[in-house]
């Protein structure tokens, strides 16, 4: 089966995924730990980490997330406890919010 063409990523993710992919790189090299080293600790392939590190968008969250803690490169720049704490604010938050949202059947008037 033929490789799907690449999904089109706006300018802002793909520096945020170059960014983030060259700090989880820096902090590995950082703490001496070579590329297998860290494949082996998150339970991961070599070839995986080589793509985190090289920004690829087509990474698992969950691989990109673990390898990040594991070097020590904090997310959303808080603590573990803060973040136990924004998650919960946000699950209260979200109970508020309808449960899901519908198209508008309204048309917008934009003819000024």
Not at 32 to 50: K, P, W
Request: a positive charge; one cysteine or more.
């Amino acid at each position: 089966m033929p490789k799907p063409p690449d999904r089109p990523y706006s300018r802002y993710s793909r520096d945020a995924l170059t960014l983030l992919g060259q700090m989880i790189r820096r902090a590995r090299i950082e703490r001496g730990l070579t590329v297998a080293e860290l494949a082996t600790r998150a339970g991961v392939s070599r070839g995986l980490i080589q793509r985190i590190e090289r920004g690829d968008p087509g990474c698992t969250i969950g691989a990109v997330f673990e390898t990040a803690a594991i070097v020590g490169v904090r997310l959303f720049d808080a603590a573990p406890g803060v973040l136990g704490q924004a998650i919960g604010t946000n699950a209260a938050m979200l109970e508020l919010l309808p449960k899901s949202v519908r198209a508008s059947a309204k048309e917008a008037k934009d003819d000024f």
